[in-house]
C-alpha cells in the first residue's frame, strides 16, 4: 500500500510539474503577443525560451498579487486554494482563446525551429536531464537552516490551514506575519498547491520545484548565450551553454557560491534571486542594449523585478549596485540611462516599503 501510494505521488508531482511549466509559457506568450500587437511594424517570431523565463516571474507576481489581501486578512488555506483553482483555470481559458491564433502560428515555428536545430536541443535536454539526476539524487544536503525553515512553512500551513501564522520552527501561533518573507509568497504558492493535490509538502517544495528552478535556469543559460552570440555565430550558444554549466558544476561543493544552491536549495529564494533573476536581468539589459526603445523587453524587465520579490527581499538592495555596474552601457548608448533608472524603480519601491514596516509605519499585525 506505501509502495503504491509512493508512485501515486511521483505521478501527482510529474503532473504538477507539466502544468506549472505550461503556466509560465502561457502567461509569458501572453504578455508577449498583448506588448506586441500595438507595433504596427513587422511582426517578430517570439522566443519561446523568454516567454518561458518572463512568464515564471510573471506567474508568481500574479499569485502574489492574489493572495496576499486574503493572507493579510487571515482567510484560510482551503478558501483560498479553492478561490485560486477558480481564477487560475478562468485566466488559463482566457489566454488560451485570446492567443489562439497566434500561439498557433508560432507553434508551428517554433516545431520548424526545433527540428532545425535537433542536435542543440538533445545536448541541452540531455545536459538537464543529468543535472536533475544529480540534485534528485544528492540535492538533500544542506549546511543552512533555510531549507528547514522553508519545508516547515509550507507544512504548517497546510497542517494548520492558515498561511504564515505559525512560526515555522518553534511551532509558537505568531502575532505579526515575519516581516523579511512576508512578500514571498512562493511558499504560499507551494502550500495551496499541497491543498489542493494532497501531495506532500516536502515534495511539492524540494522536487516538483527544484525540477522547475534548474530548468528555468537552463533556458536562461542558453538565452545568455544567444544574446551573446548573434544569429551569426550561433554556434557558439551550446558551447557556451556547455561551458557555463561545467565551471559551475566545478564550484558546487562551495557553500559561499551561487552553484552550491543551485544543486543543493535549488527551491530557495536566495538561489532563484541568485541563479534565475540576476541571470534574467542581465539579458534583458544586453537585449536592450541593441534594441533600447524595446518596450516589451523594458516591461519584462519591470515585471521580473516585481515577481522577484515574491522570492526573495535581497533584490531591493543588490539590484541597484548590479545597475550601477551598467553605467559603462552608456556612454556608448544614452538611451540605456533611461533603462537602468527604470530597472531602479521596483527595488526603491520595496526599500520603501520596507524602511516603513521597520519603522512601524505599516504593520502586520495577524487579526
Known amino acids: 500500500m506505501i509502495y503504491i501510494q509512493g508512485w501515486l505521488e511521483v505521478i501527482v508531482a510529474f ?14 506568450f501572453a504578455f508577449a503577443t498583448k506588448k506586441k500587437k500595438k507595433k504596427k511594424k513587422k511582426k517578430e517570431k517570439k522566443n519561446f525560451g523568454f516567454c518561458m523565463v518572463s512568464g515564471f516571474f510573471i506567474y508568481s507576481l500574479v499569485f502574489g498579487i492574489f493572495v496576499l489581501p486574503l493572507k493579510t486578512n487571515v482567510i484560510s488555506l482551503n478558501i483560498i486554494s479553492e478561490i485560486w483553482s477558480i481564477v487560475w483555470l478562468l485566466t488559463i481559458l482566457l489566454i488560451i482563446i485570446c492567443c489562439w491564433k497566434e500561439l498557433k502560428k508560432h507553434l508551428k515555428f517554433w516545431k520548424q525551429q526545433f527540428v532545425e536545430n535537433k542536435i542543440v536541443i538533445i545536448i541541452f535536454s540531455g545536459i538537464t536531464v543529468i543535472q536533475l539526476i544529480f540534485e534528485e539524487l ?9 531549507a528547514a525553515w ?23 501561533k505568531m502575532k505579526y506575519f515575519y516581516e523579511a518573507y512576508f512578500l514571498q509568497t512562493y511558499n504560499d504558492h507551494s502550500a495551496v498547491i499541497s ?19 534548474i530548468i528555468i535556469g537552463n533556458l536562461l543559460i542558453y538565452e545568455l548565450a544567444k544574446s551573446l552570440f548573434k544569429e551569426s555565430k550561433k554556434q557558439y550558444r551550446i558551447v557556451f551553454f556547455i561551458l557555463y554549466i561545467a565551471v559551475m558544476g566545478i564550484f558546487v561543493p562551495c557553500v559561499y557560491l551561487p552553484s552550491y544552491y543551485y544543486y543543493f536549495r535549488a527551491f530557495e529564494g536566495k538561489n532563484i534571486f541568485g541563479m534565475l533573476l540576476i541571470p534574467f536581468v542581465v539579458v534583458c539589459l544586453l537585449k536592450l542594449y541593441d534594441k533600447p526603445n524595446n518596450g516589451y523587453v523594458q516591461k519584462s524587465l519591470v515585471l521580473g523585478l516585481l515577481g522577484s520579490y515574491t522570492f526573495c527581499m535581497s533584490t531591493m538592495y543588490i539590484l541597484p549596485f548590479i545597475f550601477l555596474s551598467y553605467i559603462p552601457m552608456v556612454f556608448y548608448n544614452k538611451k540605456m540611462f533611461k533603462n537602468l533608472c527604470v530597472g531602479l524603480i521596483p527595488c526603491i519601491a520595496v526599500m520603501g516599503y520596507y524602511m516603513l514596516i521597520r519603522q ?4 502586520l499585525t495577524i487579526r
Do not use: W
Not at 544528492?138 to 533555510?146: D, I, K, L, Q, V
Not at 522553508?150 to 509558537?172: K, M
Not at 512601524?360 to 504593520?363: A, L, R
Open 15 to 28: 503532473g504538477i510539474l507539466i502544468i506549472y511549466l505550461m503556466n509560465y509559457f502561457l502567461f509569458g
Open 138 to 146: 544528492y540535492g538533500r544536503y544542506t549546511n543552512g537552516s533555510g
Open 150 to 172: 522553508f519545508n516547515a512553512y509550507v507544512s504548517a500551513a497546510v497542517f494548520d490551514n492558515y498561511l504564515g501564522i505559525t512560526h515555522p520552527v518553534s511551532g509558537e
Open 195 to 213: 491543498k489542493l493535490t494532497k501531495l506532500s509538502p516536502l515534495i511539492e517544495t524540494r522536487t516538483v520545484m527544484s525540477t522547475v528552478v
Open 360 to 363: 512601524g509605519v505599516i504593520t
